[in-house]
């Protein structure tokens, strides 16, 4: 069965950069949600979709923003990057609603 | 606000040994609970959901409302149970879900 794709699956890039995480989720989920997990530390919940719209918001710094588009995949935008955003970026999805979140492999980002 | 903790880092065990795995909760309404599993270099995985009372790969976990609790239990561990293990909290009411710091079994031989 098709799973949540993540990409790309690595990503280094140097401090005051920009990066673009990009899921794209199970199909005929509509909900997508995004977790930091730093190393040795928990998944922390950044933000989520439904439907295009951003249904929630966790710990997201102002430098990133993300978007849901019409085909439900999401993209997590990064800009002016710091050392303390190297971190493993996962996202789930689900269908609207549902308790189950089905992760991705997440996005190894390392910054230089 | 909702809160999952997991007292312990590290919990290393010999082949065969009895595995309790700890988490504790804080939640004003009607929790849901899970524990998730993620092998090495695998996504993290559903392993068990409360209201499902079920056993997978010979883990049980019971919600235990009065202790606010919700411990993963194994009596055998297997070598191929090492993984990183993590206590979550589903709140319906805003669709989240909060992880406990998560706790790395290392079964050894």
């Known amino acids: 069965a098709a799973g949540v794709i993540q990409s790309p699956r690595h990503l280094i890039k140097e401090k005051r950069e920009t990066a673009t995480l990009k899921c794209y989720p199970i199909?005929?989920?509509?909900?997508v949600y995004w977790y930091q997990q730093g190393p040795g530390q928990d998944p922390q919940f950044l933000i989520s979709?439904?439907?295009?719209?951003?249904?929630d918001k966790g710990s997201i710094p102002d430098r990133f923003s993300a978007q849901q588009f019409s085909d439900y995949h999401s993209e997590l935008n990064m800009s002016s990057l710091e050392l303390g955003d190297s971190a493993l970026y996962f996202c789930?999805?689900?269908?609207?609603?549902?308790?189950?979140?089905?992760f991705g492999p997440g996005t190894r980002l390392t910054v230089t | 606000a909702q809160r999952v903790t997991q007292p312990e880092k590290l919990l290393s065990v010999f082949k065969g040994a009895p595995v309790e795995l700890k988490c504790n909760y804080s939640y004003s309404g009607s929790p849901e609970l899970f524990w998730y599993v993620q092998y090495s270099r695998q996504r993290l995985q559903l392993l068990l959901r409360?209201?499902s009372r079920e056993s997978i790969k010979g883990f049980t976990a019971d919600l235990n409302k009065g202790e606010t609790s919700f411990h993963l239990k194994k009596p055998f561990a297997q070598e191929e149970d090492s993984a990183m293990y993590y206590c979550?909290?589903?709140?319906?009411?805003?669709?989240?879900?909060?992880f406990g710091k998560g706790i790395t079994l290392s079964v050894r031989p």
């Open positions: 789930a999805s689900s269908p609207r609603g549902h308790w189950q979140q089905y």
């Open positions: 199909p005929r989920h509509d909900t």
């Open positions: 979709f439904y439907e295009k719209m951003q249904s």
């Open positions: 409360h209201i």
């Open positions: 979550a909290l589903w709140s319906g009411a805003n669709s989240k879900l909060t």
